[in-house]
């Protein structure tokens, strides 16, 4: 039974764009389904329209049951610059009014899984990018998603960083049973991340390959996952 279906969903802008033509696919609860694509080809679009931010023209977004409580991480942090690393965090919950003491003791948790106990007082300035992203994501999962959406959220991050954030990610996901749907250009990262990768076509986008990846987890230095990436790289790579 999947947690929500895209039905031949069309998005065109007021200039013109059609940033989106006769887009399908479903996504099962607790999958990580990447969406891989060259810059332009409307993944961030169809992010927008799996939050509800914006509304297809045409197709249907169907939900098995009520939308589920969601999270967002982009690719800046967008962190609140005069405010500290726990207030940070708890900002999904001050708005949802969940009393201060409570809130702190949340978001505090949610930055110890993301190891940044002891920086709660830090202020953004003093963090650095992958710390920064540390704080965003910390901020999503302390609101208890049960579905999170990334878009592109370590694509300015080096490689280090990328790759440790990769690993956390992935843990604290399957930890909490969230369904990740995950916006990337990196055939690296949707091969290492995903258990399925949607490859999508030039604007306007559409899927134009659905690629299952084996479970379990990857092993960078291994021929099998070179193979992984050689596999979701010729599906992106292939003339359109
Ligand atoms: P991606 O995330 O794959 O890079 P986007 O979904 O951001 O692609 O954009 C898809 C296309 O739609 C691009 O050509 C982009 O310029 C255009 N686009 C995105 N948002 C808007 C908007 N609000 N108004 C007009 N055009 C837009």
């Known amino acids: 039974m999947s947690l929500v279906t895209l039905t031949g969903v069309a998005k065109r802008f007021s200039n013109g764009t059609q940033a989106l033509s006769d887009l399908s696919f479903a996504i099962a609860p607790g999958e990580f389904v990447s969406l891989l694509g060259p810059s332009g080809c409307g993944k961030s679009t169809a992010l927008r329209l799996i939050a509800g931010l914006i509304a297809p023209d045409s197709g249907d977004i169907h939900w098995n049951g009520a939308r589920p409580e969601t999270g967002f991480v982009f690719q800046e942090p967008t962190l609140m610059p005069w405010a500290d690393a726990l207030t940070n965090a708890r900002l999904a919950l001050d708005l949802k009014k969940v009393p201060r003491a409570q809130g702190n003791a ?18 953004p300035r003093e963090l650095s990018g992958g ?82 990846l084996p479970s379990g987890k990857r092993d960078r230095m291994s021929p099998a996952f070179g193979e992984i990436q050689a596999r979701v790289a010729r599906a992106l790579m292939v003339p359109a």
Do not use: C, Q, W
Request: hydrophobic share 55%; no cysteine.
């Open 106 to 123: 949340i978001a505090a948790a949610a930055l110890t899984r993301l190891g940044l106990k002891g920086f709660e007082s830090a202020m």
């Open 131 to 212: 710390m920064k992203m540390r704080v965003s994501i910390a901020r999503a999962l302390a609101a208890k998603p049960r579905l999170l959406l990334m878009d592109e959220p370590f694509a300015a991050l080096d490689e280090i960083t990328r790759a440790a954030l990769n690993d956390d990610l992935l843990a604290l996901a399957r930890e909490d049973a969230i369904t990740v749907i995950f916006v990337t250009h990196s055939v690296v990262e949707s091969a290492y991340l995903s258990d399925r990768v949607l490859v999508m076509s030039p604007r306007p986008g559409r899927v134009r390959e659905e690629i299952r």
